[in-house]
């Protein structure tokens, strides 16, 4: 049987950057498991590649229950299946949130630990920007973060939202969110800097680590109250990896409480219906999902001015010549390179909407596209959305896909800022910066104008975010799944390190926060395991 000190389950942001800290000093043996195969695909390392990530073979395949407020629409739930995990397939954009959304997660859910003034040196110490430094940013870490050369039709919509009434801003994680800008993004010279790149690559040397893809992990192995390893699919039998001192949970935020409800820890009366043995009844598993519920609009422009222009052979030609001699062009470009944070309340304490501006049409899976012209796209969400949704088992069949419930728009007041979100974009886009751009809106269309048309055009086509979290809630108080310090309650040896232990959902995109979450697991876990120094630099 074999043996480490530590088994971490799921590649993907959390578990990549978790695996190389704690094989830093070269003191514990670690197995990182991934269901996925390696990020191999040239895809994933080229920034624009994101387009084509969004559906496909590196995701789970996943759609959601039909969704109740949203037209009773099974919507296409793309979640990563690739070494990297969705930092390998994301749009690599870099925000963080504001510093309120920790100070809430302390003050509120009784995260002691966890306020912004404890997080913020963690996130420092991931990032390696290459512009920003001081107070708010951090050099020289294992996350590729890089500042873009806007596209013109970039430049032109942050000249809009000035126009509408928002400042500029030139960094949203610096001290102060609202506003309009480029967005910084994870990559490095002109690649993807993944956590699978950043973190995990530079330590695939060390004689302490060993990372295994295509793994179909079935459950946790638990035993008299401890968990013991993970039991694995292998060779047409099942075969138990044994972890000597914790096993560490980073299947994010439908993979982990998928895991835990296959390993009989969850709510009881719901394992049993489920065909599940119960080992440990924690009634929040698989709880208090959440996400932003994204929503497009399209424009048509009057000329070949955006990224669409690309897909004529001619085009595609130059744009990869001038990749690969000068690594740049659309190809350098996350295609997301302008944003916006800002208010649908004026009253509100920090902004809770996000727009993303993609220079091109039909860029994501479910986003019509124009045709044979060229567009643009604008997505506005709710940043701190009230309804919460579930994840359950279909059945007690590891091969089966659970049910996913985000329940969008399950509370009227996600829906009233989401359809301010809409009027806004169209605001914006009718600034004469842009409007100069603009045919047509293609999509919704003109016709779409009342409160009730808009309600409507927002739950007949509003989408996933890819930005689910909470499913493993972390909390102070009994009721919650793990403690501060990440241990999940009621059992030994098991601790749960990524983007379901979030009580509550950052205002930001969530792959920087994931990083950060199991930068503070490594802390949490070394400081435990012996009194060694908790930092080295990965060589």
């Known amino acids: 049987m074999e043996t480490y000190d530590y088994i971490v389950v799921g590649a993907g942001s959390a ?61 296409p739930y793309a979640q990563a299946r690739v070494l990297g995990g969705g930092g390998s397939i994301n749009a690599q954009v870099f925000t963080r949130g504001c510093p309120q959304d920790y100070d809430a997660w302390a003050r509120d859910f009784g995260c002691t630990g966890w306020s912004f003034e404890d997080v913020q040196p963690l996130f420092l110490r991931s990032e390696d920007n290459d512009m920003l430094a001081g107070e708010w940013h951090g050099t020289g870490g294992p996350l590729g973060v890089s500042t873009p050369n806007a596209d013109p039709l970039t430049r032109a919509f942050v000249q809009a939202c000035q126009q509408m009434g928002m400042p500029y801003n030139p960094d949203f994680n610096g001290p102060r969110q609202e506003g309009a800008g480029a967005y910084q993004t994870t990559t490095r010279g002109a690649r993807r800097c993944s956590a699978a790149v950043g973190y995990l690559r530079p330590a695939l040397s060390r004689k302490n680590l060993e990372v295994r893809t295509g793994t179909r992990i079935l459950r946790i192995a638990v035993e008299h109250g401890r968990a013991t390893g993970v039991e694995i699919a292998e060779g047409g039998r099942k075969v138990v990896l044994q972890a000597g001192r914790e096993v560490l949970l980073t299947a994010g935020a439908i993979g982990s409480p998928r895991l835990m409800l296959l390993s009989g820890l969850g709510p009881a ?40 222009k690309y897909a004529k052979a001619h085009w595609m030609a130059w744009a990869g010549i001038e990749y690969a001699l000068f690594k740049k062009g659309p190809v350098a470009s996350n295609i997301v390179e302008g944003g916006a944070f800002w208010y649908a309340d004026k009253d509100a304490a920090t902004p809770d909407l996000q727009f993303h501006f993609l220079v091109g049409a039909g860029v994501e899976a479910g986003v019509p596209k124009i045709g044979s012209g060229s567009g643009v796209t604008l997505n506005s969400y709710v940043l701190r959305p009230r309804a919460r949704g579930s ?8 091969d089966d896909l659970p049910v996913v419930d985000p329940n969008f728009l399950g509370d009227p007041e996600d829906l009233r800022i989401a359809v301010e979100g809409v009027r806004q974009s169209r605001e914006i886009m009718s600034q004469p910066a842009f409007a100069k751009f603009i045919r047509q809106e293609h999509f919704p269309g003109k016709t779409t104008q009342s409160q009730a048309q808009l309600e409507a055009y927002a739950r007949q086509y509003g989408r996933t975010s890819y930005h689910p979290v909470g499913t493993c809630r972390m909390g102070g108080d009994a009721a919650s799944v793990v403690d501060p310090q990440l241990r999940v309650r009621g059992i030994e040896g098991l601790r749960i390190c990524d983007s379901s232990v979030m009580p509550r959902l950052v205002s930001s995109n969530t792959n920087a926060p994931s990083v950060m979450i199991s930068e503070k697991a490594a802390d949490l876990v070394r400081c435990i395991a012996a009194p060694r120094p908790l930092h080295k630099e990965i060589p």
């Open 269 to 308: 009366d719901e394992l049993r219906a489920a065909g599940v043995d119960v080992v440990v009844d924690l009634p929040e598993v698989g709880r208090n999902l959440h996400d932003h519920f994204g929503i497009d609009i399209v424009y048509e422009l009057n000329g070949p001015h955006s990224f669409d």
């Open 391 to 398: 994840v359950r088992l279909r059945s007690a069949n590891p």
């Open 15 to 75: 578990g990549c950057a978790l695996a190389a800290r704690l094989t830093e000093d070269g003191q514990a043996r670690v197995l990182l498991l991934e269901a996925g195969p390696p990020d191999r695909n040239p895809y994933i390392h080229m920034p624009v590649g994101f387009y084509k990530m969004t559906a496909g073979p590196l995701t789970w395949g996943l759609t959601t229950a039909p969704q109740r407020y949203a037209m009773n629409r099974e919507i």
